[in-house]
């Protein structure tokens, strides 16, 4: 497994931007492909956006396809999430994951074993 570290998460107004960052030790980083979920209060784990191992691949949920950019540096073993336009609706605890095992990015958290402790984003209206 991995160890993954989430940072950057806040308070923001509606429209403001965030980056997260995901710091990850343990294992040779290059090989990982990335996701980003988040959880609403009483909600399921939901897909955010994912990249391949090389970058060269990546996917977003509908919600926050041409706000949400999602990126890694492989020499500084971090993967993230810049987040533009923020709404009310975002607000959510942010995890992101470690999947050592598929070429292509997964959009199902089943498929990622190693995990973040999550970091809150709440955009107030």
């Known amino acids: 497994q991995v160890r993954l570290v989430e940072s950057g998460g806040g308070f923001v107004q509606a429209g403001d931007s965030l980056r997260l960052s995901c710091a990850a030790a343990g294992r040779t980083f290059g090989g990982l492909a990335m996701g980003w979920f988040r959880q609403h209060p009483g909600k399921e784990r939901e897909f955010v956006a994912a990249i391949s191992w090389s970058g060269d691949t990546t996917y977003y949920a509908e919600s926050v396809k041409g706000r949400f950019t999602i990126s890694r540096d492989n020499t500084k073993n971090t993967v993230y999430l810049q987040m533009n336009s923020l709404k009310p609706e975002d607000t959510a605890v942010y995890y992101c994951?470690?999947?050592?095992?598929?070429?292509?990015?997964?959009?199902?958290?089943?498929?990622?074993?190693?995990w973040g402790q999550g970091i809150q984003v709440t955009v107030s209206s």
């Open positions: 994951a470690a999947d050592a095992f598929r070429v292509r990015p997964s959009r199902s958290a089943v498929d990622y074993d190693s």
